[in-house]
């Protein structure tokens, strides 16, 4: 299907390797996705405490994946899941991630937040029984950084907490292409799907570093599809006005926008 040319382009900000099947969804549906990756995934410089983190998967009560990244970044040394071992997630991209890797609801118990709109550290506490936790260890794998909130929790419900790093993010570097390129995203309007609040700051960063430093009111004029309310308070505290809260999923963020009859 042709770009309907009436309505605007939706630019994808999650990490490429991430992007590729939205992309496709959205220019099916007769949207023009533009993919602008504000997070880059890479390896750790190291990954041997994974290995052996992940080789000791029977010593766990709980395995907890924080993204799809950390899901993708674990399995590469994973040959088979320990059948009697739950995992928690945080958001619909992270079931979808398992499911690419042979586990769902039906072959494993997995955790998540109730409220799709709060797919996040917070609504995964919502989810678990801490009390049957106390007292157990809990693998907690996420990226090299990231927030303390869970594993805090966790802790202090007397659990204990394994964390272990599979991956790092960087911002993205404004070459000439990249700068370029924002700069005719800033200059038009455009759907920005943002699956993060450190992507969001990334935007904002990249945005003042453009030749023009105006440009920020630009981009705060532009409409912003979000999944999670954290993102969304993120977000009109950058002074973003036009936000859309859809909750965790693909589905809920197509939903959100405007295609073609």
Do not use: C
Not at 54 to 80: C, E, G, K, T, W
Not at 92 to 99: F, N, V
Not at 205 to 212: A, F, G, T
Not at 216 to 226: S, T, W
């Amino acid at each position: 299907m042709q770009p309907d040319p009436s309505l605007p382009p939706i630019v994808i900000t999650r990490p490429a390797a991430q992007a590729a099947a939205l992309a496709r969804q959205i220019a099916a549906r007769g949207r023009q996705p533009v993919i602008f990756p504000l997070l880059e995934i890479l390896p750790l410089d190291d990954d041997t405490a994974l290995q052996a983190a992940l080789a000791r998967l029977d010593d766990y009560a709980l395995a907890v994946f924080v993204s799809p990244n950390a899901v993708d970044a674990a399995f590469r040394h994973i040959s088979q899941w320990p059948s009697q071992l739950p995992i928690g997630i945080v958001g619909e991209g992270s079931r979808a991630a398992l499911a690419r890797h042979g586990l769902t609801a039906q072959n494993v118990t997995i955790f998540n937040p109730p409220d799709p709109t709060r797919s996040d550290s917070e609504g995964l506490l919502q989810a678990l029984d801490l009390a049957a936790l106390r007292g157990r260890r809990v693998l907690l794998v996420r990226g090299e950084s990231g927030r303390e909130l869970l594993a805090d929790a966790l802790r202090a419900a007397d659990i204990e907490v394994m964390p272990i790093a599979a991956y790092r993010r960087r911002a993205p570097r404004l070459d000439t292409a990249l700068k370029a390129q924002l700069q005719l995203l800033l200059d038009s309007r455009n759907d920005w799907i943002v699956t993060s609040s450190e992507a969001l700051r990334h935007l904002i960063d990249l945005v003042r570093q453009v030749e023009n430093g105006g440009d920020v009111a630009k981009i705060q004029q532009q409409k912003l599809v979000v999944p999670h309310a954290r993102i969304a308070e993120t977000a009109y505290a950058l002074g973003f006005t036009d936000v859309t809260l859809t909750g965790s999923g693909d589905e809920r963020l197509l939903d959100a926008l405007q295609f073609p009859l």
